[in-house]
C-alpha cells in the first residue's frame, strides 16, 4: 500500500506539471498579466513552468516542438512558485538520469523534515540536537546555483543550497531533486545560470565553500544549465511573489506568532 500512494503522488506531481504547462506555454509574463499565477496563488494551488528535452517530452506527452537541449543527465528542470501562508517560496526541480552517480544526504532518497512534522519541538536534548546538527550538515553545500557571469568575474547571483528532496527512483531511470532557493536567486537579469551537484565520490568536500568565480575543483561536479528563456519567462511571475512577500513582512513585523499547539 505505501508503493502504490509513493507512486500516487509522483504521477500526481507529473499531472500537476503537464496541467501547468498550458499556462506557462500560452501566457506572455512580460505583457504584465499575472492572472494565471494570481489565479493559481488564490486558490492556494502552486505554479511550474518547466522546460525539458524530446525524451521527456515525448515519454509525458508534452508539446515535442517546445523542447530544447539540455545539459547531459538533465531531462527535465521546472521552477515552482508556491504559497504558503500568504508568502510565497521558489523551488528548483531537476529531473536527472537516475545512473548518475550524485550526491545525496543519505546516500539515496532524502525528504526534510517539514516544520509541520516538528511542531511539538521546543528544544531538543543532547542525542536529538547531535543528530540534528549531522542532518543539516549533511543537507548543505553540496549544491551551488551560480551565474554564470560570475565565472567571468561579473556581477550575478551565488547561492549555495540546501537538499529539501531527493528520490531516486521518482519513476523509472529518473531521479527528482528538489531545492527551496530564494526567488530572488531566479532573477534573470544576471544571465545564463547553472547548477551543480555535488559528485557522489567527494562526500568530504563542501562545493558550497568554494569561490564561485574560481572552483578548486570544477571536475567534482555535476553541472545543469538552467534555461535563461525559462528564467525569462518567470521574471513577472518572480517579481509579483517577491513584492507581496515583502508587502506580508513590512505590513507588520513585530506581529507574534500565535502559539505552535495545544498539549492537553
Known amino acids: 500500500m505505501a508503493h502504490a500512494f509513493c507512486c500516487k503522488r509522483q504521477l500526481t506531481l507529473i499531472a500537476t506539471l503537464l496541467a501547468t504547462l498550458a499556462i506557462t506555454a500560452c501566457s506572455n509574463p512580460n505583457s504584465g498579466n499575472n492572472e494565471p499565477l494570481v489565479g493559481r496563488l488564490k486558490k492556494d494551488q502552486p505554479y511550474f513552468a518547466i522546460s525539458m528535452d524530446s525524451v521527456f517530452a515525448k515519454r509525458f506527452g508534452l508539446p515535442e516542438q517546445q523542447a530544447r537541449q539540455l545539459s547531459n543527465g538533465l531531462r527535465a528542470v521546472a521552477v515552482e512558485i508556491r504559497p504558503r501562508n500568504t508568502v510565497y517560496q521558489c523551488f528548483l526541480h531537476l529531473y536527472l538520469d537516475a545512473d548518475l552517480a550524485i550526491y545525496t544526504p543519505s546516500g539515496g532518497d532524502f525528504s526534510d523534515k517539514s516544520m509541520a512534522e516538528m511542531f511539538f519541538v521546543n528544544r531538543y536534548n543532547e542525542t536529538d540536537q547531535d543528530w540534528n ?127 505552535p499547539f495545544d498539549v492537553i
Open 133 to 259: 546538527f549531522d542532518a543539516v550538515a549533511s543537507a548543505n553545500l553540496r549544491m551551488l546555483f551560480r551565474s554564470k557571469s560570475t565565472a567571468q568575474g561579473k556581477s550575478g547571483m551565488v547561492s549555495a543550497l540546501k537538499f529539501d528532496r531527493v528520490k531516486t527512483n521518482f519513476l523509472p531511470g529518473l531521479t527528482l531533486v528538489s531545492s527551496n532557493v530564494g526567488c530572488d536567486t531566479l532573477d534573470p537579469q544576471y544571465g545564463p545560470a547553472e547548477v551543480r551537484i555535488q559528485k557522489l565520490d567527494m562526500e568530504n568536500y563542501l562545493l558550497g565553500d568554494e569561490v564561485p568565480g574560481s572552483l578548486t575543483q570544477p571536475d567534482s561536479s555535476f553541472v545543469f544549465d538552467i534555461p535563461l528563456p525559462l528564467l525569462q519567462h518567470l521574471q513577472s511571475y518572480l517579481d509579483f511573489a517577491r513584492r507581496a512577500n515583502i508587502q506580508h513582512r513590512d505590513s507588520d513585523p513585530d506581529l507574534a506568532p500565535p502559539p
